[in-house]
């Protein structure tokens, strides 16, 4: 049982990762009905955002509190690859809004091919491992949370509940509501739909930098092609949770993740990702909107 229950938390955390960045996924999507796959190479990027940060401050800057280092890397990480998304969106998306729908998804598969690479030229093509920043752990008999463990499941938590606010209960949320339904009668109606695109693509990479600063904390190492299999696994999480909503985001994370843990831990590990997209393909077969997901209502 005890093993049981450290597989559980092991799993949690790994969702929780997964679910900060699915949350990305599903606010694009559920604004401009895009697949945005160069959202995983975001995370990649807030990553290495991180780990330039703790380089330089621990360089110049001895003994400074953990919390704090922490917080400087997830804040410049934060504002990092929001400006690359704004970018991205500005120069690659936006000129094809109103192409074919084809068009932005081949764009956002050149994106996420031109981000790896370009860190892989300049940051090089091997793994950057980090000392380890956290290193307290509670013990429960034979159960261990480490406090990395716990500062991933409550970031998920504070920032799922403050972007769920914002879509519900801001003048934001309302224009991206507004946007989601009809971007025309939103414009109409004085919604800058440019400009709330724009905050949609930022806020998604926030979220985005925040797991990958996550990720480099507990895992301790990052590299140029990190982005691609969380990214996808991400992706998965968002349509296994239904894409469009944000608690199933993240729900499908932590469902993603614990599905990875339980089985690497009962079966072989290598079929964890087999498993997990079988479990997605089953509940897609039963309920293709996913499990919090809403069926589209066809507008005449």
């Known amino acids: 049982m005890e093993y049981f229950i450290q597989q559980l938390i092991n799993g ?99 994106m996420s091919i031109v981000l790896s690479n370009f860190i892989q ?66 414009a109409l109606l004085g919604v800058d739909v440019d400009k709330t695109i724009s905050i949609t693509f930022i806020m998604g990479a926030a979220l985005a930098s925040v797991a990958g600063t996550m990720y480099l904390m507990y895992y301790g190492v990052t590299t140029f092609n990190d982005g691609f299999i969380p990214g996808v696994k991400a992706f998965t999480a968002a349509v296994l949770g239904g894409i469009g909503s944000l608690p199933g985001a993240v729900l499908g994370g932590l469902l993603i993740g614990l599905i990875e843990s339980l089985w690497s831990a009962y079966f072989s590990i290598a079929y964890k990702d087999v498993a997990a997209f079988g479990i997605l393909a089953f509940v897609l077969i039963f309920k293709p909107t996913g499990i919090l997901g809403r069926p589209e209502v066809e507008k005449v």
């Open 121 to 186: 030229v300049t940051q090089g093509p091997r793994n950057k491992p980090i000392p380890s920043m956290v290193t307290e752990s509670y013990h429960f008999g034979t159960v261990t949370v480490s406090l990395k463990q716990l500062i991933i499941m409550v970031v998920t938590s504070v920032l799922l509940f403050a972007f769920w606010y914002i879509v519900n209960k801001t003048p934001l949320g309302r224009a991206q509501r507004a946007t989601e339904q009809d971007r025309k009668m939103a």
């Open 12 to 110: 949690l955390t790994l969702g929780s990762i997964y679910g900060l960045i699915a949350i990305g996924y599903t606010m694009v999507y559920g604004i401009i009905g895009m697949i945005n796959f160069a959202h995983g190479d975001i995370f990649m990027l807030g990553g290495f955002a991180a780990l330039i940060v703790f380089l330089i401050v621990t360089s110049f800057v001895a003994g400074i509190p953990v919390a704090l280092l922490l917080l400087l890397m997830m804040v410049v990480a934060m504002l990092m690859t929001g400006l690359w998304n704004w970018v991205i969106e500005r120069v690659a998306y936006r000129p094809l809004r109103g192409s074919f729908r084809l068009a932005p998804l081949i764009t956002a598969i050149g």
